[in-house]
T-cell receptor, first 113, second 111 residues
């Protein structure tokens, strides 16, 4: 496996369900990010983890809960979501101080019913 | 707070024509990135521009950076249908690892 891998690729969940999105990077990067992309607000930054510490939380509702157990893995735990949370969730990684920008995963297409 | 504005947001052009997408950013940033996104897909890195006057070219696309004007351009030469996609520019927020993205330019190249 190379690059940034996200699973699952597609997820349909009810509003009372609990699910988790997973992201894994194989690039040796030390910063990871969650973005939400929807038709209404393209590319909203949700969370930033730098050296496994959360350094940014952009006013994201508590029904989204990130977890970064190590520099290679990032999770987004979901519970009691709303239909407006349906979107493409993108994970990205980067090297702090590097100059190559972000590498994005393929995304998880989430539908809340 | 760094803000990034792209224009146009929508661009429809004929094959064989040339056009330029503009990316303005509001505060000092020495690094500018261009990404491509196909429908339903992730973002693919196209260009990394690291200094004033930087110019990068790949096929029919050429990107440039003017840090004094806080402007980057993505020039399309002799467009082909395969270039149809959404193009994002992103500037690095000074002192942080955060990239701030523009809203994207949806390019449609018609035969």
């Amino acid at each position: 496996e190379t690059g940034v891998t996200q699973t699952p690729r597609h997820l349909v969940m009810g509003m009372t369900n609990k699910k988790s999105l997973k992201c894994e990077q194989h690039l040796g990067h030390n910063a990871m990010y969650w973005y939400k992309q929807s038709a209404k607000k393209p590319l909203e930054l949700m969370f930033v983890y730098s050296l496994e510490e959360r350094v940014e939380n952009n006013s994201v509702p508590s029904r989204f809960s990130p977890e970064c157990p190590n520099s290679s893995h990032l999770f987004l735990h979901l519970h009691t979501l709303q239909p407006e949370d349906s979107a493409l969730y993108l994970c990205a990684s980067s090297q702090i101080g590097g100059a190559n920008g972000y590498t994005f995963g393929s995304g998880t297409r989430l539908t809340v019913v | 707070e760094l803000k990034v504005e792209q224009n146009p947001l929508f661009l429809s052009m004929q094959e064989g024509k040339n056009y330029t997408i503009y990316c303005n950013y509001s505060t000092t940033s020495d690094r500018l990135y261009w990404y491509r996104q196909d429908p339903g897909k992730s973002l693919e890195s196209l260009f990394v521009l690291l200094s004033n006057g930087a110019v990068k070219q790949e096929g029919r696309l050429m990107a440039s950076l003017d840090t004094k004007a806080r402007l980057s351009t993505l020039h399309i030469t002799a467009a082909v249908h395969d270039l149809s996609a959404t193009y994002f520019c992103a500037a690095e927020s000074g002192g942080s690892e955060k990239l701030v993205f523009g809203k994207g330019t949806k390019l449609t190249v018609n035969p």
